[in-house]
């Protein structure tokens, strides 16, 4: 699987029901930890002070990221995404951890 660093924020759109904004935020949690159980969502940070998230997620490729992993979040339609693909640095020193 390839990796990719995705920055998300999450614009509500107005006129939306609060109630409608809360059960996608539940259903976000429930998706985003079934996808961590597949190995897709690997890492998750928030920035300090600030209302989106940066994720380490692992994929196929950007095709099954978009269709399969991201598009498949209960918020993605009101999400504003940046995707990196990411490779190997010969000087990460968490590298021999995962070839040992």
Do not use: C
């Amino acid at each position: 699987m390839k990796e990719f660093l995705v920055e998300l924020t999450t614009t509500v759109p107005e006129g939306i029901d609060p109630a409608e904004v809360d059960r996608r935020r539940a259903e976000e949690s429930v998706r985003a930890g079934e996808l961590a159980a597949a190995g897709h969502l690997v890492r998750l940070w928030r920035p300090v002070g600030e209302l989106r998230s940066i994720g380490l997620w692992r994929a196929v490729d950007e095709d099954e990221l978009y269709g399969e992993v991201l598009g498949t979040l209960p918020l993605w339609p009101w999400m504003a995404s940046v995707v990196t693909a990411l490779q190997p640095h010969p000087n990460d020193p968490g590298r021999a951890a995962v070839t040992a």
